[in-house]
């Protein structure tokens, strides 16, 4: 059963979705993802356009979920938070989070953040999908 508003389940589902799915293709895609990372120019459009959607849905997520008490819904707050703050450094310092991007995508770090994203999508997934009262989660068959 539901125990907070609709929407921070949805968004939950979203965000648990985008990760879990970004996390296998950026872990099974890695070589590539590395190179467009690593052939990529701060003065791209590019850069700019990823930038300005990146920002419009973070302040979409941030103004419909904005939840700071301690609960579940948290986590989808703080990524929200991540995702609206990212997106104004990659418009305000373009050159500087190139090369934070590509210090993180150059070793082993890309993996791990690879795996962390997934782990933190699926347990989004499982509370958002468990709290409208199914044990779907838990018994999958």
């Known amino acids: 059963m539901t125990t907070g508003p609709l929407h921070s389940y949805i968004i939950e589902q979203v965000l648990g979705l985008y990760m879990l799915i970004m996390a296998i293709i950026m872990i099974a895609r890695a070589d590539y993802y590395r190179k467009v990372v690593r052939d990529l120019s701060a003065d791209k459009n590019t850069v700019f356009v990823s930038a300005m959607f990146a920002l419009i849905f973070g302040l979409i997520m941030v103004v419909i979920h904005n939840i700071w008490e301690w609960r579940f819904e948290l986590l989808a707050t703080i990524i929200a938070w991540v995702v609206?703050?990212?997106?104004?450094?990659?418009?305000?310092?373009?050159?500087?989070m190139l090369a934070l991007s590509r210090k993180v995508y150059k070793d082993n770090m890309y993996y791990v953040m690879a795996v962390i994203a997934g782990i933190i999508g699926i347990i989004l997934l499982i509370h958002a999908y468990h709290s409208f009262g199914g044990d779907w989660a838990f018994n999958l068959w």
Do not use: G, V
């Open 84 to 96: 609206l703050l990212k997106a104004i450094f990659w418009l305000a310092l373009p050159e500087y």
